[in-house]
């Protein structure tokens, strides 16, 4: 392979159907989660469902599995900027 091609990994129908499976059965777990009253655990036990959910879609839909370890790296940076945003928010919100 020549450089500047890009390499295309096939994945299987059976890989999709599973993990459109785990993210409907993570919907479902959201849904049920939102009918208990937990006060702020409430909260961070549907955000951990959310990115478990988003784990999946990058890791298998945008085929992040198959990518080079610094673009890797460099999405996990971005999703740790976010991350902290979002916490320094909901810090905020809560000593308000």
Do not use: C, N
């Not at 460099?74 to 999703?79: G, T």
Request: charge should be positive; charged fraction near 10%; avoid cysteine.
């Amino acid at each position: 392979m020549e450089h500047g091609e890009a390499q295309h990994q096939v994945i299987g129908y059976g890989t999709y159907v599973l993990v459109w499976l785990g993210l409907l059965v993570f919907t479902g777990l959201t849904v049920a989660l939102a009918g208990f009253h937990w006060g702020k655990l409430s909260v961070f036990s549907v955000i951990l469902i959310a990115a478990a959910k988003s784990s999946l879609v990058l890791y298998f839909f945008m085929h992040l599995k198959y990518e080079r370890p610094l673009f890797r790296t460099l999405v996990l940076v971005a999703i740790l900027t976010l991350t902290v945003f979002i916490a320094l928010t909901f810090v905020d919100v809560s000593y308000r």
